[in-house]
């Protein structure tokens, strides 16, 4: 998860010159993220659904979060729940829902610190390096815990199953980033019978020595599951792969987990500084893999 040696890390890594992108990312609106994320001239040929976005106000247990809900405008499909990063729900995370929609999916991208008001949490120019700003939203984080987080699925698993667009007798699938590892891990433990597949994209804290430990959840669904590793984050962790592996083997779970190569924490969103598109394209490739396969 983020902290000061991650940022450590991508600190040294525009240091040195290899940062992937150079371009100011604080005005771009979801349309702009959009357009780095689908390939020129060949979007509408590979991704044809025609698709409807709006903000939509989700009751929860413990308030409103106000989250963003894309799906293809016609027909039902399969539903998607996104948890963002620590950096919350922005246009980054709203122009991956929408490319997701645009594959034939019902997709809600949460709003996961709804707790302490309306999305965005970050404006332009915040950086997850300033003292203030890492502080502030670690603060938000730490509210999700696990009882939390697992209501927090619930809710927004039953919200999406009353929408038009959610074919509700197909599996829903969850996808996180950072801090959303272990929240994907708890959405399928929360609501083992709807979800039928997990992925987490340089997820932490996965595995720990709490009693409340992700991991620990994994007996409880059957969901199968992605696990995209940041180069980095493995180094310093190499034996929270093999514990994932050992306890999905041991529960009869199909899992793949593999570390990205040349990748830092935080490669896949396209605001990211540390942003790899090539092994960013990749994860993405093998999560749609998944959920065709299971999301049926």
């Not at 994320?37 to 025609?50: C, F, K, T």
């Not at 293809?72 to 539903?79: F, K, T, Y």
Request: hydrophobic content about 40%.
């Amino acid at each position: 998860m983020c902290n000061e040696q991650t940022e450590h890390d991508n600190n040294h890594f525009e240091a040195v010159g290899g940062a992937v992108n150079r371009r100011d990312f604080t005005q771009l609106g979801t349309a702009g993220f959009l357009s780095l994320l689908l390939p020129a001239g060949g979007a509408l040929a590979r991704n044809h659904h025609e698709v409807v976005e709006r903000e939509v106000e989700v009751p929860m247990a413990s308030g409103v979060s106000d989250s963003y809900l894309v799906h293809p405008a016609e027909g039902s499909h399969a539903a998607v729940l996104i948890w963002p990063d620590i950096r919350g729900l922005r246009p980054a995370f709203k122009a991956m829902g929408k490319r997701l929609a645009m594959d034939g999916y019902t997709v809600l991208v949460a709003n996961p610190f709804y707790r302490d008001g309306p999305h965005p949490h970050v404006q332009p120019g915040d950086q997850f390096s300033d003292p203030p700003v890492r502080e502030r939203l670690i603060s938000y984080a730490r509210k999700l815990t696990q009882d939390a987080a697992m209501s927090d699925a619930r809710d927004y698993i039953a919200f999406l199953d009353t929408q038009d667009a959610t074919n509700t007798s197909r599996k829903v699938g969850t996808m996180g980033y950072c801090m959303g590892g272990p929240l994907i891990m708890r959405t399928a433990g929360a609501v083992p019978e709807r979800v039928g597949a997990a992925a987490s994209f340089h997820g932490g804290g996965l595995v720990t020595n709490r009693p409340d430990s992700p991991h620990l959840l994994i007996p409880q669904s059957p969901a199968h599951v992605l696990h995209a590793v940041a180069e980095n984050d493995d180094e310093r962790n190499p034996t929270q792969k093999e514990v994932l592996a050992e306890t999905y083997a041991a529960n009869g779970i199909p899992a793949e987990i593999e570390v990205y190569e040349g990748t830092l924490h935080g490669w896949c969103p396209p605001d990211s500084r540390v942003y790899n598109e090539a092994q960013a394209e990749r994860a993405w490739s093998r999560t749609l893999a998944l959920f065709e396969r299971t999301l049926a």
